[in-house]
């Protein structure tokens, strides 16, 4: 639990304190060897910091934090001049005193009044000492990776490492009787697997195994977090178990995590504060992700929670905003049939999107004086030239009214694939396609449903090359 803070927001967080019982807090600093400066009593939440108070130790090194209303329960930082920091439990008993040497701050650091402090600064010295040998083990395993021997018996003494590691965890949260300190320990302990059989005759065996292990972690991962304990909330634990569930351990597709997000909201229904954590968190990650067809996700979670009036914490500016980005988003969704384009073409002739009878079909919205267009669109052509006898048509269409320079374009670059021409915008492809820029990219299978989005150019071969090889039926 003890990370490097590379810097500390000043600006407190919007979220209202968790409700406590209010009678205040008196916190104890001697720092003996440092003297006149101003330190921070500083607190977790997600994966920020923020400022809570501030006190200037005087010439002895002395100095109290100290506040009328109870603090928010959570892992705490006291923050020394050069952003040197050691952690501390506040629960319950929120008066005491914690000493330590500026030189060597935790192996010197010593609470008074406070059994459960002491509890955690040895359980983070043990653990150091532990992650420390784990460490080392796994160099070793790297280092022997081509000698099979040396490798096995090693493999072996790591599989006990794990295990012991994983005891002395239990063993604190044994000790600790769901204290504080228990459950930060509790739910950084990962579960056990079961050592499951695969049925006699599975065609593919390790793959059935494979399946039936990634189901078991993903229904279980979270059994060692309480949703509904808001202690959790001021610590650096609950964000990271987020992040590794939905960026490690789950298939990256909208069905899979879809079905999860349901799943963990229902695990905090009827705790305001989680609730609202999980929803600003799962929000923020989905909005912010680069994987493709992860904008159905964040339509999901748009509709549930923001559009559904669920999120009181937000203006009704943000939800007007919300709205409006949400419909450019709906109607190109990876999966869904795209919307048919009608519109004219260079030809002079009207072409449909649904007419075209090819594999794949290429979206191409670009306009020819674009810089970004000006280097796709020749990749496009060169890899169009080489497709087009093999099931895969460019619909391309210009998102400007300049018909001069858009003709000109296509005789001087010899584009012979479906130009399309609708400057008045009377097919609404920017609607449909979410068209802010150029060159936007769109991928349709055979049934015009879409199966890719928002590529390069160059990667539009790899993507058509392992669709056919993985997924075409």
């Excluded at 409700?19 to 997600?46: E, M």
């Excluded at 992700?289 to 559904?308: F, N, P, R, T, W």
């Excluded at 068209?435 to 990219?441: A, E, L």
């Excluded at 449903?449 to 390069?456: G, N, Q, T, V, Y």
Aim: net charge neutral.
């Amino acid at each position: 639990m003890r990370r490097i803070i590379f810097g500390i927001a000043l600006t407190l967080i919007t979220v209202s304190s968790l409700s406590q019982v209010k009678t205040g807090y008196n916190i104890g600093i001697s720092v003996p060897d440092i003297r006149d400066s101003s330190i921070y009593l500083a607190y977790h939440f997600g994966n920020k910091q923020y400022i809570k108070d501030t006190i200037t130790l005087d010439a002895r090194g002395h100095g109290t934090f100290s506040g009328k209303e109870a603090l928010p329960q959570g892992i705490y930082l006291v923050v020394l001049p050069g952003k040197k920091y050691f952690e501390v439990l506040i629960s319950a008993d929120q008066k005491f005193a914690v000493s330590c040497l500026y030189k060597d701050y935790f192996n010197s650091l010593k609470f008074s009044n406070s059994p459960e402090n002491t509890r955690f600064l040895d359980y983070q010295k043990n653990w150091s000492v532990m992650q420390q040998k784990a460490s080392d083990l796994g160099r070793r395993v790297q280092s022997n990776r081509g000698n099979s021997d040396s490798l096995r018996i090693l493999k072996e003494e790591q599989n006990i490492r794990n295990q012991e590691m994983k005891s002395y965890l239990k063993s604190v949260v044994s000790q600790n009787d769901n204290n504080l300190l228990a459950v930060l320990v509790k739910s950084m302990i990962p579960i056990d697997v079961p050592e499951f059989t695969v049925p006699a005759g599975s065609h593919n065996a390790d793959s059935v195994k494979w399946v039936m292990n990634y189901n078991y972690n993903k229904d279980h991962f979270f059994d060692n977090i309480d949703f509904k304990d808001e202690r959790l909330l001021r610590t650096p634990i609950l964000q990271a178990r987020l992040d590794a569930f939905f960026t490690d351990v789950l298939i990256q597709s909208a069905d899979s995590i879809n079905g999860q997000v349901d799943k963990l909201l229902l695990k905090c229904q009827g705790n305001y504060k989680m609730f609202q954590f999980i929803s600003v968190y799962l929000f923020n990650h989905f909005r912010e992700s680069e994987i493709m067809g992860h904008d159905a996700v964040l339509v999901k979670i748009a509709d549930e929670i923001y559009l559904s009036g669920k999120a009181d914490w937000v203006t009704k500016q943000f939800i007007d905003d919300l709205r409006k980005q949400v419909e450019l988003l709906r109607h190109n969704l990876i999966g869904m049939k795209a919307e048919n384009l009608v519109m004219d073409s260079y030809k002079g002739i009207y072409v449909a999107l649904y007419d075209i009878e090819k594999e794949f079909t290429i979206l191409y919205f670009w306009e020819p004086n674009c810089g970004h267009c000006q280097e796709a669109t020749p990749k496009l052509k060169n890899y169009y030239d080489k497709a087009k006898n093999e099931g895969v048509e460019v619909f391309a269409i210009c998102t400007t009214s300049d018909k001069a320079a858009w003709s000109k374009y296509i005789e001087e670059h010899e584009l012979t694939w479906i130009n399309g021409w609708d400057p008045e915008r009377l097919s609404h492809f920017d609607y449909f396609y979410n068209v802010q820029s150029t060159p936007t990219i769109y991928i349709l299978d055979r049934n015009k449903k879409i199966i890719a989005k928002r590529l390069a150019v160059e990667d539009i071969p790899s993507f058509i090359e392992n669709y056919r090889k993985y997924f075409r039926k």
